[in-house]
Structures are given as C-alpha cells and as structure tokens.
C-alpha cells in the first residue's frame, strides 16, 4: 500500500459539481447540507439543489424513493446548482438508475457497493450489476464496500448492527471531504450538537466520518484530489442560508426596523413550511407564530395582525394561495400592510409537491376576484430571498398593501453563502405619521402614495371599522354608491401602480441595445446570467435583464425591450410572464419552457441562446 498522501494528484479546479443520491433513510439531504456547510466554511462559493422524493416513504430501494442532493461549488462564478454533476455520489442502485441519465461520459461515480445485490438490483430494473458488468466502461466507477466498512469500525461502539448501518453515508461523506480537501471539524461539531442527547451516537458518526477520510487518505482507488478556487471575498460576517431561513430572517428584521412585533399566521405546506419552523425558533415577545388550522384561517389572521397595527405576514405554496385568495381580497380592500410569501411548486391540484416551477405568476398577478391589485415580487436566489422580502415589507407599510413574494421550491431549499449587513445597509422604511385626531379619516390619502392612515385598536381618537364591503372615499363608510365604487376601485389601482416610482432604473448586464435581450425573473437569474457570460464569452451579441418587480412592471422596460431585436424569456412555466408582456408592451417574445419540476440550467439557456442567433 502506498504511503498516505504519496503518488496523489493534486487538481485546482474553478468549480464542480456533486451530486449525493440514494434513499431518505440514507441521510441524503443531512449529509447534502453538511457538505455545503464546509465547503462554505472552506470559503468556497456555492449554491445547492436538494430534490426530493415525491412521494412520502416511498418503498426502500425503488425509483421513486430516491432523494437528491446537488451542490457546485467554487469561485465566484458559482451562480447555479451546476448542470451535470461532475460526481455521483450513489447509495443504492436506484439511485444510480435515477441520476445516471445526467452524467456525462467521464464522470466519477463513487457507490457503496455492498448496496448492489440482487433484491436491490431488481428493485432498480437491472438484470445484472453495472458496477461489474461493462455498463459503466465509460464512466470512473469507485465502489467502496461502505455498509461493512461502517459496520468494522463501529463493531465496538455497542450499537445494534442496524443503527451501525445507518452511519454509512457519513463514512461516504468522509471520503468526499479527502477528495476536497474539507475540514472535518464543522460536521463533527454539528454532530455533538445534533446528538448531544445520544452521546452513543454522536461519536459513532463522528468516527465513521472519521473512517470515510482516513480511507480515502490510504487506499489507491482515489488517484487524485482536488482543490478549488476561492474567489475574492466581501469582508463581512457570512452564514450558509437556504431561502426559507432568508425570508424568515427578512421578516425579522423587517419587525425591528419597523420598532413593531412580527405576527407570522400560517398552516403547514411544502416547500414553504420551513419558514414556519425557522421562525418557532425565535419566538419571543416581539416574534408571534401562529400556526393555523387550515390556509384560510392563516390568512385571516395575518389581516386580523395587520389591522392590531403588527407586521403581519404569511407563507404557503400553490394550492395555500389559492385557499388564501378571498381573504388576500379582503386585505386588498381593507388596504392593510402585509406580506404574502408564495414558496412556488408544481401543480396544479398537489401537482408535485416536492419539485419546482414558476406557474403561480399569473394568480399572483390577476388570481382574485374583482378589481384587486396587488404588489408581486419575486426573488432570484437563496440569499436574495433575504433582500427581496426585506424590500416587499418596506412596501407593503409604506402604500398600505398586501404584497406577495414569488420564490419556489428550488430557492427556498437550496442554499449559498449570505453576507449579513451592517444595520446601515438596511433599508429606511417609512410609516406615514398619523393627523390629528380631529383630522383622521380612516381612508383619507397620502398625497405621494395615496395610502390611507395605519391606525390600529387602542389608538385613542382613531377608532374605525373595516371590513369586505365597498368603502366610501375618506370617510371609510359602507357606501353601496355606483360613482364611489369606482373612484375606490381606480384609486387602489392607481396606488399599486405608483409603486413602480420605487423600482430603480432596471440593470443590464451586457451592452444595453443589440440582437438579443435574455430577460428573467425569479429563480432563472443564476441560468440566465451563466448563460449570458458563456454566449458574451463566445463573441455572441446578447444581453440579459432579470426583474424582481414583477408587477407592477419596471417604468423603464418598455423602452429598454423595444432597444432589442429579439427578447429570449426562459421560464420554468408555459409562458405566463411572455403572455403579461404581450398584452402590456405588444411584445411577442421567444419563449423557453421547462415544466419537468427541475430548475432551467445554464447549458439548457446557452443552446438557446445560440438558437435563436442563429449559430452565430
């Protein structure tokens, strides 16, 4: 055997791609997470891709149990989870027949092997073991008997040998930390936490995630190793954050620069319950979770909040927008600040409850009986959640509105490094001081923004009432008058659409006229931008423009469309923000569309880049 460290190859890469795979029982996202925790601690940039199984405790070692985890990791140029991985990282065989179709020729798959006998093989489809049988000759195949090797160095840890077993795949993830060059020390202190009340089995992980890296340091199936660029660095204290835990933490925050409590009313939903189990965690005086009994109940609350003078917000998916709808109305007519925050899945009905898309935009924009308008904004990435919810409740107090969030299943659980900023890097919100109260009418108008007072119960001299009905102009009475409806009805249209005074000119990345525009909103951003580098790199004439105001629209991106030959719009839906820019601009834009539950990736955008140019 080779002495350890001797006759290895050192590799210095810009960025690659890992992907982890095998059942839920196997830890796939636990050991997923744990790997992007130190390579964000390595320094590393990063963005993650979990993918999980659509159906709940799917059977054991069949293709629809299997659980993903994808993370590309490396300089600055890291904007997506990556295209294809580089590594798999496989933990049965089904998960092998899952992932193998993204693998180009050359990649390095790395499976325990003693998964591979025949009852798991058939399970999977295979007739015979394509570690062994030739299938894979175009692939760098490294089996490693993970199972037993588990079991020997747990042999003394007085654990039965099935919870033993249980500890293979942080035996795999040592291995892939030799393979980095990670350090150990990140998991090992997670583990004493995470299992600081079984002591037993705190070290039996940390001993064989200890075994996993020793392993790889002194065996000759691994000729090389890897390490990987770092890009220059803002200074500033940084936390690995999926998108769920930005917005949460964008709630927060948004509470204490207001001086007011956080009211979070919300019923359990995938993907967007883990900005509920983030927020429990911080429940205080100035903190209140509410967990509701059905999606209608959580949206009324959240407007019973906002009119007791709280920040008040909520989160669901899909189908909990579409319960919330009526209430989200009586918001809209009641005029009170709050934030919706729509963790986007695939549907329709439960659709694909794990997986992600972009095809609520159109209820976002137009789902609501009646002339109701509202502010939609959508975020670009993990951390811009943080951003992008932070500026949604700025709004929603300044104009006295409801506004939603657009993020979706592959934001809100993936992850990438958050810088968080000084307090002096927050946002100023403004709260319009309230008239005498002589003088208060509950619907008398800021001259700017046309929003009404925010006066809440207990406010002596501001008492008033709310509700569904039509209200009369200034004074806040039911009023069932024709002419009133509709002056009430133009003027909170005219409210949402002066919003768009608060969106900044729109950024072009690339020359700002020319043959191609790539223009995108939320979670495209990282393809969409990768793309646009490789085609600029490449000598192609394009550009590319990503929207967070969703509606209403950029004052400026009328003009800015009409400096372009063609405007390419890939979005992971049938077409629903193309079809907003026919009716508001006359534009027939070039669609691109992916409705697999998969995010769009950057090759998928760059060939149709070169498309649409014409090869060019």
């Known amino acids: 055997m ?9 590799s210095e890469l810009n960025s690659v791609t890992v992907r982890f795979a095998g059942d839920s029982g196997d830890g796939i996202q636990l050991v997923g997470s744990q790997f992007a925790n130190a390579t964000a601690v390595a320094g590393n940039d990063l963005s993650t891709l979990p993918d999980y199984p659509a159906e709940i405790r799917a059977p054991a070692g069949t293709l629809a149990g299997v659980s993903g985890f994808q993370i590309s990791f ?4 890291v904007l997506t989870p990556g295209n294809k991985p580089n590594v798999l990282v496989v933990m049965n065989p089904a998960a092998l027949a899952v992932n193998l179709k993204s693998l180009d020729k050359g990649s390095v798959i790395i499976a325990n092997s003693d998964a591979f006998a025949q009852a ?10 394509p570690l062994e049988d030739g299938t894979l000759a175009n692939y760098r195949v490294i089996g490693v008997p ?3 090797l588990t079991e020997n160095t747990l042999k003394d ?9 249980k500890c293979k795949n942080f035996y795999m993830l040592g291995i892939m930390f030799w393979m980095y060059g990670l350090p150990l020390g990140p ?12 002591p037993e089995l705190a070290e039996a992980n940390m001993k064989a995630l200890e075994a996993g890296y020793d392993y790889a340091e002194t065996t000759e199936i691994f000729d090389a190793r890897f390490q990987l660029k770092k890009g220059p660095v803002a200074p500033g204290k940084y936390r690995n954050l999926t998108g769920n835990e930005a917005a949460a933490y964008a709630l927060i925050t948004a509470a204490k620069l207001l001086k007011k409590k956080l009211f979070y009313g919300s019923y359990p939903i995938t993907p967007a319950s883990e900005i509920l189990h983030t927020l429990s965690k911080h429940r205080s005086s100035d903190v209140v979770v509410f967990q509701a009994e059905d999606e209608i109940a959580a949206m009324c609350s959240t407007v019973g909040a906002a009119f007791g003078g709280e920040l008040a917000a909520t989160g669901t998916s899909g189908p909990g927008l579409s319960l919330k709808i ?41 789902g609501r009986h009646g002339e109701c308008p509202l502010v939609v904004m959508a975020a670009a990435s993990p951390a811009d959640c943080f951003n992008t919810t932070l500026e949604a409740a700025r709004i929603a107090v300044k104009y006295m509105t409801p506004v939603i969030v657009l993020s979706n299943s592959y934001l809100s659980n993936g992850s990438e490094p958050f810088r ?9 919100f403004e709260v319009a001081p309230l008239p005498a109260p002589a003088d208060f009418k509950p619907y008398s108008r800021d001259p700017k923004t046309l929003a009404r007072p925010w006066a809440w119960p207990g406010l002596k001299g501001y008492e008033h009432r709310i509700g569904g009905l039509e209200k009369a102009d200034g004074s806040g009475a039911i009023s069932y008058d024709p002419e009133n409806h509709e002056t009430m009805t133009r003027i909170r249209a005219e409210k949402i659409a002066g919003v768009a005074r608060e969106i900044p000119p729109t950024r072009i990345n690339g020359q700002a006229e020319g043959e191609l525009l790539v223009l995108g909103w939320g979670s495209t951003y990282g393809a969409i931008t990768s793309a646009v580098f490789e085609a600029r790199k490449a000598g192609l004439q394009v550009s590319s423009v990503h929207l967070r105001h969703v509606w209403p629209l950029p004052p400026d991106l009328g003009a800015l469309l009409k400096r372009f030959k063609k405007v390419l719009l890939p979005e992971e839906n049938t077409g629903q923000l193309r079809l907003i820019l026919r009716s508001e601009y006359l534009l027939e834009a070039i669609g691109l569309n992916k409705v697999q539950g998969q995010p769009l990736n950057s090759d998928e955008v760059l060939a149709k880049i070169k498309e649409v140019l014409g090869g060019r």
Do not use: C, H
């Open 420 to 428: 968080i900023p000084k307090l002096s890097e927050l946002p100023k």
């Open 187 to 198: 998991t090992k202190e997670w583990i004493k936490t995470k299992f600081k009340k079984a």
């Open 120 to 129: 798991s093989l058939a399970k999977a489809g295979y007739t015979s073991n």
């Open 157 to 165: 840890s007085g654990l039965p040998p099935a919870q033993a077993q």
């Open 74 to 77: 490396g300089d600055d140029s």
């Open 326 to 366: 009526e209430a989200i109305g009586l918001g809209v007519i009641t005029e009170l600040p709050m934030v919706i925050i729509d963790v986007q899945r695939g549907g329709p009905s439960t659709g694909l409850p794990t997986k992600t898309e972009q095809s609520d935009l159109l209820q976002a924009v137009f």
């Open 2 to 10: 080779a002495e350890p460290g001797k006759n290895v190859n050192v």
């Open 146 to 148: 993970a199972t037993k």
